[in-house]
C-alpha cells in the first residue's frame, strides 16, 4: 500500500521560491509513489490573521493556483481547504488534553514567531494551541511522510508526542507517528543573507516573479563583503548567490567550476549574479506561463478546489469515527440503554 503524504501551507500570500525548494519540489516528485494530501491551511493562517478573514480568503485561490502551476497534480494529489473539514477541529479538542500547557508554551517554532511577530505580550490562546491542531491535521489523514521546511521540525515532534500519548492512554494503534521529509536545502536565506526567506520581511521572490523582479533581488544579493576587485579570490560560504546557486542550478558541475573559479579570484559578482538570473527565469518562467494560463479559468481550479475538499471531508469523517471508537466515546443509542 501507498504511504500517506499530509502536507500544507498557510494562506497569507502568494508562495514563494523558499517553498518550492524547502518542500513543494519534494511534494511534486512523491505524489506519484505516495498518497498525497495537500491542505491549504487558512484555518491555521487565522490564528495570527483572525481578523482580516479577506486577505486569507482570496490567498486561498493564490495558494491553488501556485500548487496547480508547480505541478501537483490534482487527480494524484487531493488538494483541500482545512476550514471545511469540522472533524479536525473536534479531534484538535480531544488532542488539547494529550499536551500540558507548559509543553504547549516552549514549542520553539511557535517561540520563535511570537518573537518575530512581536506577539509576546498579545498571544492568543488560538495561535498558542495552534500545534496541537496541526497534529490534528497530521493524524486525521494518517499522514506519515511530513515534506516541510526546517522550521517545522518541531511541529512534527509534537505531533508525535501527542500521538504517542493518545495511542497509549487508549490502549489504541488507530494513530501513527508521522516522519518529516526534510529537503537537501531545507532553509533558503532572503537575498540579504541574514533570514529566511519570507513574503512579511520583503526578500522572496514568488514562483511567479517577473523576470524584471528577479533581476532586482539577485542585484541586491548578498556576496563576499571581501571580494571588491575581481581578481581578487572570493569566499563561497555565506555567498547568497552560491546558496541560490546550489538551490535552482540544475547543472551541478557548472556550480563547482563556479565556486573554483571564485575562490581561486578572476570570477566578478556581477558575471555570478547573471548567471543566477538566468538559472532562476529558467526555474520560474514555466510557473509563471502556468499560474496565467489558469488564472484564465477561475471556475476550473474552484472546481478541482471543491473536488478535493469533498474527498477529504469523506476521508476525515471515515477516520473520526475510528478514532472515537479508540476513545470509545462513539455513543450509540443502544449503548446508551446498557449504560444507565
Ligand atoms: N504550519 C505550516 C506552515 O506554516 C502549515 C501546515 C498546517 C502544515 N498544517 C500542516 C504543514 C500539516 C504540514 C502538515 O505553512
Redesign the pocket.
Known amino acids: 500500500m501507498k504511504k500517506r503524504i ?5 494562506p497569507t500570500g502568494q508562495l514563494h521560491l523558499g517553498h518550492y525548494v524547502g518542500s513543494l519540489k519534494n511534494r511534486i516528485e512523491m505524489q506519484h509513489s505516495h498518497e498525497q494530501f495537500v ?1 491549504i ?1 487558512d484555518a ?1 493562517a487565522l490564528t495570527d490573521n483572525y481578523d482580516h478573514p479577506e486577505k486569507i480568503r482570496s490567498n486561498i485561490f493564490e495558494v491553488m493556483l501556485d500548487y496547480l502551476a508547480v505541478g501537483i497534480d490534482p487527480s494524484k494529489s487531493t488538494i483541500f481547504i ?1 476550514s471545511q473539514i469540522p472533524q479536525l477541529f473536534e479531534l484538535t479538542f480531544y488532542f488539547l488534553n494529550m499536551v500540558t500547557y507548559n509543553r504547549l508554551k516552549h514549542n520553539p517554532t511557535v517561540k520563535m514567531e511570537m518573537q518575530q511577530k512581536g506577539m509576546e505580550e498579545t498571544v492568543t490562546a488560538g495561535f498558542m494551541i495552534y500545534p496541537v491542531s ?1 497534529a490534528a ?2 493524524a486525521l489523514f494518517g ?1 506519515e511522510v ?1 515534506p ?1 521546511g526546517a522550521d ?1 521540525m518541531p ?1 512534527i515532534e509534537q505531533t508525535n508526542e501527542i500521538v504517542r500519548r493518545f495511542n497509549s492512554v487508549y490502549h489504541t494503534d488507530v494513530l501513527k507517528e508521522a516522519q518529516p521529509l526534510l529537503s537537501l536545502c531545507p532553509r533558503l536565506p532572503g537575498a540579504d543573507g541574514k533570514a529566511k526567506m519570507s513574503k512579511s520581511l520583503g526578500n522572496a521572490l514568488t514562483l511567479s516573479a517577473s523576470f524584471k523582479e528577479i533581476e532586482e533581488v539577485v542585484k541586491k544579493m548578498y556576496t563576499d563583503p571581501a571580494h571588491l576587485r575581481v581578481e581578487d579570490p572570493g569566499k563561497v560560504e555565506g555567498n547568497v548567490v552560491f546558496t541560490y546557486l546550489d538551490a535552482f542550478d540544475p547543472d551541478l558541475n557548472r556550480v563547482k567550476e563556479l565556486k573554483d573559479h571564485y575562490q581561486r579570484g578572476g570570477l566578478g559578482d556581477m558575471t555570478l549574479k547573471r548567471h543566477l538570473i538566468q538559472v532562476l527565469e529558467n526555474c520560474v518562467a514555466p510557473f509563471r506561463e502556468n499560474r496565467e494560463r489558469l488564472k484564465q479559468n477561475p471556475q476550473m481550479v474552484l472546481d478541482l478546489l471543491q473536488e478535493g475538499t469533498s474527498r477529504a471531508k469523506k476521508e476525515g469523517q471515515r477516520k473520526l469515527e475510528e478514532i472515537k471508537d479508540a476513545m470509545r466515546i462513539n455513543y450509540r443509542l443502544d449503548h446508551f440503554s446498557t449504560m444507565r
Open positions: 499530509l502536507t500544507g501551507d498557510r491542505m491551511a491555521q482545512q496541526q491535521d497530521i499522514g511530513i516541510v517545522q511541529i
